[in-house]
Nanobody, 121 residues
Framework: VQLQASGGGLVQAGDSLRLSCAAS????????MGWFRQAPGKEREFVAA????????YYADSVKGRFAISRDNAKNTVYLQMDRLTAEDTAVYYC???????????????WGQGTLVTVSS
């Protein structure tokens, strides 16, 4: 599975941004898809994940109610809608694919290249 993340950029606090992750490869639509982020000097952390069929989602407490993950299997694309962004959301965001709907990044075997989100306060 190959993953290509896009949509990052520089925004103001309180703004919204939507990230996309295009997947290609055999059976890519059946994978659990996750978003992780890594801020400078910090560990990579889980943000959100969605099951292969779509309805099951899971969020980190820090983004619950502000971020929404969704997928369009017809387009082999996963989205992360980010609302009410704060400076603490500044990080490189990575999409990942795996077989389990879990938060541990080691459970995801495929990774995109990352897209930078910078939120100015």
């Amino acid at each position: 599975v190959q993953l290509q993340a896009s949509g990052g950029g520089l925004v103001q606090a309180g703004d919204s941004l939507r990230l996309s992750c295009a997947a290609s490869g055999r059976s890519s639509s059946t994978y659990v898809m996750g978003w992780f982020r890594q801020a400078p000097g910090k560990e990579r952390e889980f943000v959100a994940a969605i099951g292969g069929s779509g309805p099951n989602t899971y969020y980190a407490d820090s983004v619950k109610g502000r971020f929404a993950i969704s997928r369009d299997n017809a387009k082999n694309t996963v989205y992360l809608q980010m609302d009410r962004l704060t400076a603490e959301d500044t990080a490189v965001y990575y999409c990942a694919a795996g077989r389990l709907l879990v938060t541990a990044y080691l459970a995801y075997g495929y990774w995109g290249q990352g897209t930078l989100v910078t939120v100015s306060s």
